[in-house]
């Protein structure tokens, strides 16, 4: 029954893009593991990281076009819960490195043996076990952004100073990691991983994995987050968009689903991070930047907001827009491209990219206010 329901959230648009992430689970590791690396058609292995990395971006701005696009929650702090999910992964790797590290300490990572630390800190417990940092990467973002949500929402506070307060959120988390006491190894971060699960982190095997569950994790969190906009409660969210107030004077309690889609995109947001670390070999305090935020803002107005399928287009298309500019002599000028496309998209294309693209079905982001009937 559920699952039932879960396939039939997706709209046209939806099943296109699972189909084509579908396709990539499978084309992917044939053409990096079974195809020559002479032939052609061979897929090197630091073009599937890359697109692993993208995908985790997809996943990310995916999250934020849930509470963006679909409940009015300008969130300029996402890239927050992305990089607690990518530390709380980053600490386990960190953990499976053992004696292999430069100092060989059996237990202590390199950084704290380097800082004269005599024991590993009480929150680093735990975390040589998979499920619990699987855990903890869901729990620590979500909790934070439950928190914060009670208090915010509760308190009323919307608009330009809800996106500021998350901006401030994640620029003191910033401060905080970059300090060496800190205990998350200060402006260098975590590093020099080895192995996750037993296998070799540089493994093509471990890379086209990590792939296929990056992959994965895009099209579940997809079709979840479009099973919430076109349920009952998501007709709610969309009304708290368009008209918070009125729905409010309807006896709906507003800051309720405004706290269970804020968390629930945290959550996302935490998976894409934890995904991100193992494929890119690093994290490091500089995921907190409030710039990153912002520039995930672009990603989801460039592909369509309120299209979930638009939000991960537009993460794609900029980021390997951005390898593909960020090198030779157009390097100094990918800032300004990037600020200009967003001035352009907002002022030409408000629907975003896929706003040109035609649609069959009616999209659940125009859909009407919720019957009016107080909830319980």
């Not at 080895?194 to 992959?215: C, E, H």
């Not at 579940?220 to 479009?226: D, H, P, V």
């Amino acid at each position: 029954m559920i699952t039932r329901r879960l396939i039939e959230a997706a709209d046209n648009r939806g099943s296109i893009f699972l189909a084509l992430l579908a396709a990539a689970i499978v084309i992917v590791p044939i053409l990096h593991l079974a195809v020559p690396p002479t032939s052609a058609f061979h897929l090197g292995t630091s073009a599937v990281a890359l697109w692993g990395k993208y995908l985790c971006y997809a996943l990310l701005a995916l999250s934020l076009d849930l509470v963006w696009g679909y409940c009015g929650i300008l969130s300029l702090g996402h890239g927050a819960f992305f990089a607690l999910g990518g530390y709380a992964m980053g600490m386990y790797l960190m953990r499976q490195i053992g004696t292999r590290g430069v100092y060989a300490h059996p237990i202590l990572p390199d950084f704290m043996v380097f800082l004269n630390w005599k024991e590993l800190p009480w929150f680093w417990y735990g975390f040589d076990m998979f499920w619990f940092a699987m855990l903890m990467v869901l729990l620590v973002p979500g909790l934070l952004a439950f928190v914060f949500g009670w208090f915010a929402f509760r308190s009323r506070v919307t608009g330009v100073y809800l996106s500021i307060i998350t901006q401030a959120l994640t620029y003191a988390l910033m401060l905080g990691f970059f300090r060496n006491n800190f205990g998350f190894g200060g402006n260098n971060g975590l590093t020099d991983f080895k192995d996750i699960l037993g296998f070799s982190v540089q493994s093509p095997y471990t890379r086209t994995v990590l792939f296929m569950l990056s992959a994965f994790a895009l099209a579940l969190g997809y079709i979840i987050a479009r099973w919430v906009v076109t349920s009952k409660a998501g007709k709610v969210l969309i009304a708290v968009r368009d008209a918070e107030s009125r729905t409010r004077f309807m006896g709906y309690r507003v800051e309720n689903y405004k706290t269970f889609v804020f968390t629930l995109s945290a959550c996302m947001a935490a998976v894409a991070g934890a995904l991100y670390v193992p494929q890119v070999g690093i994290i490091n305090p500089s995921e907190f930047t409030p710039a990153n935020s912002i520039e995930m803002v672009i990603w989801v107005a460039v592909g369509g907001r309120g299209t979930l399928v638009g939000a991960a287009l537009g993460a794609i298309i900029v980021n390997f827009a951005k390898s593909t500019f960020t090198t030779g002599f157009l390097a100094p000028y990918w800032l300004f491209a990037l600020g200009g496309l967003f001035v352009v998209v907002t002022i030409f294309l408000p629907k975003g990219i896929l706003g040109l693209l035609p649609q069959k079905s009616e999209d659940t982001s125009s859909s009407g206010a919720p019957a009016a009937q107080p909830a319980e």
